[in-house]
C-alpha cells in the first residue's frame, strides 16, 4: 500500500509522486511570483480550464505527472496576459504556496469543488489570512473557512462564467442580444435561469464560450 506523506506519496519501491497539495501549492507559488500573474486570474483560469476537475478526481497525469509550469502553461490560453515561464525556479515557498497547499487540502478533506470555494471567497482573501493561520493546525483552516463558505454563499453560475469571461452585465447583454435586467435578475436568483428559453440559453453561452448547461443552477 502506498504511504500518504506531508508532500508525497511513497510507493512500496521507494518512489515519490507529489500530493494535490504539493502540486497545487507549487502552481500556485510559481504562478504568481514567479510568471507575475495575479492569483485572482490564475483561479479563473484553473477553474475555466476544467483542470480544477482534474484535481479533484486526483487524476495522476495532472496531480503527479506534470510539474508546476506544465501546469501553468495549460492555463494559459485562458490568461489575459502573456505568460512567461521560468527555466528554473529556486525561490523559497510563499504566502502563495501557503494558499495553494491549504485549498487543495480543504478540497481534499471536505469534497467541496474548487469552483465553489473560490466562488464564496477570493483568492485575495484565501492569500490574507496567511497570517495568523499559517501557523495554526490544518483543521483550523477548514473550521474558519467553512464557516465563511457558508456565511458566504455562492455566486450564480451565469455571474461566474460572466467574470471569467472579463465582461461586465451590460457588455454581456449587448452581446448576447438578452436583457440588461434579465441578466441581473438571473445573477440575483430573482429570476430562475433554468427556467429561461433555449434560445437565451444558447446566445449567453455562445458568447461567454461554455455550455447551456454550465450556466444553469443544480
Not at 42 to 71: M, Q, T, W
Request: with cysteine.
Amino acid at each position: 500500500m502506498a504511504e500518504v506523506t506531508y508532500a508525497y506519496i511513497q510507493l512500496p519501491d521507494g518512489s515519490l509522486f507529489p500530493t494535490a497539495q504539493e502540486t497545487l501549492a507549487e502552481m500556485f507559488d510559481i504562478g504568481v511570483n514567479e510568471c507575475g500573474i495575479e492569483g485572482g486570474d490564475l483561479v479563473a483560469a484553473f477553474i475555466a480550464s476544467g483542470l480544477d476537475r482534474e484535481f479533484e478526481h486526483l487524476n495522476p497525469v495532472y496531480v503527479a505527472g506534470k510539474s508546476a509550469i506544465e501546469l501553468i502553461e495549460l492555463l494559459a490560453p485562458f490568461l489575459d496576459v502573456d505568460v512567461d515561464l521560468p527555466r528554473v525556479v529556486v525561490a523559497a515557498p510563499l504566502v502563495d504556496y501557503w494558499v495553494g497547499w491549504s485549498v487543495a487540502n480543504y478540497q481534499y478533506e471536505t469534497g467541496t469543488p474548487y469552483r465553489r470555494m473560490f466562488e464564496a471567497v477570493p483568492y485575495e482573501e484565501f492569500a490574507a489570512s496567511y497570517h495568523p493561520l499559517h501557523e495554526a493546525p490544518e483543521s483550523k483552516f477548514i473550521e474558519v473557512f467553512e464557516k465563511r463558505i457558508r456565511e458566504k454563499g455562492s455566486p450564480t453560475r451565469l455571474s461566474v462564467q460572466r467574470r471569467v469571461a472579463g465582461m461586465s452585465q451590460a457588455e454581456l447583454a449587448e452581446q448576447a442580444g438578452v436583457g440588461l435586467r434579465s441578466i441581473q435578475m438571473y445573477e440575483q436568483r430573482n429570476k430562475n435561469i433554468n427556467h429561461a428559453s433555449a434560445e437565451t440559453l444558447l446566445r449567453l453561452s455562445r458568447v461567454l464560450h461554455c455550455g447551456m448547461e454550465d450556466l444553469m443552477e443544480l
